[in-house]
């Protein structure tokens, strides 16, 4: 049992270069998230998903795009990357809302 | 104003310390309350969570709420060097429908032998 991981572990981007972070668990959970975390905000919520075929925005959803075709994976897609989004990106799971979150290791991202 | 406002901290304290973490929020339609622990460069993890007024204790932590105050405290007796963290307050909240997750900054921690 994994857990939930991410991929990669580090990152760096030229502004304007796309890419996607991967996301993926093992425990069959229904609710999957997206955040960031930047030095004194504490974690935001980018996107999130409910279930297989189901997304929603969360508190900072610009420039991210989210896909969810199956249980198991959520990757995170930044479309044309921005200095701004130079952070550490963290993807949760839980077996519903509301329950216990699960957390990944984190994405470190640098866009340069 | 912000919803949830949390020291940064740094807090440095001796090994076996009473360590006392706290968080002051807005809001109140919430309904959880939860401390995560985030070690450096890991992912957070829950520490602990309530939903009610008053204490919870696990081992050395013990979680206060004080909802007429919109007060929450996080307390670690004889703490050790391996308590050394971020830690970070948690609200959870249903609002029409849309389920919301609020975090602290996080106060970072550092208990020294």
């Known amino acids: 049992n994994a857990g939930v991981t991410q991929t990669p572990k580090f990152q760096v981007l030229k502004t304007g270069q796309s890419m996607t972070l991967q996301c993926a668990q093992d425990?069959?959970?229904?609710?999957m998230s997206w955040y960031r975390q930047d030095p004194g905000m504490g974690l935001r919520l980018i996107h999130y998903?409910?279930?297989?075929?189901?997304?929603d925005q969360g508190e900072v959803p610009n420039g991210y795009n989210v896909s969810r075709s199956t249980t198991e994976d959520f990757p995170l897609r930044l479309l044309s990357a921005a200095p701004s989004q130079t952070s550490v990106y963290f993807c949760?799971?839980?077996?519903?809302?509301?329950?216990?979150?699960?957390f990944g290791p984190g994405t470190r991202l640098t866009v340069l | 104003q912000k919803e949830v406002e949390q020291d940064p901290g740094p807090l440095s304290v001796p090994e076996g310390a009473i360590v006392s973490l706290n968080c002051t929020y807005s809001?109140?339609?919430?309904?959880?309350f939860m401390w995560y622990r985030q070690y450096s460069r890991k992912g957070p993890e829950l520490l602990m969570y309530t939903y009610s007024s008053g204490n919870k204790e696990d081992g050395r932590f013990t979680a206060q709420v004080d909802k007429s105050s919109k007060y929450i405290s996080l307390f670690i007796r004889d703490s050790q060097p391996s308590d050394s963290a971020t830690y970070l307050c948690?609200?959870?909240?249903?609002?029409?429908?849309?389920?919301?997750?609020?975090f602290g900054a996080g106060t970072r921690l550092a208990v020294h032998p």
């Open positions: 949760a799971s839980s077996y519903r809302v509301g329950d216990t979150q699960y």
């Open positions: 809001n109140s339609a919430f309904q959880y």
């Open positions: 425990m069959n959970h229904e609710y």
């Open positions: 948690a609200f959870y909240f249903l609002s029409g429908g849309y389920n919301k997750l609020i």
């Open positions: 998903s409910v279930g297989a075929g189901i997304t």
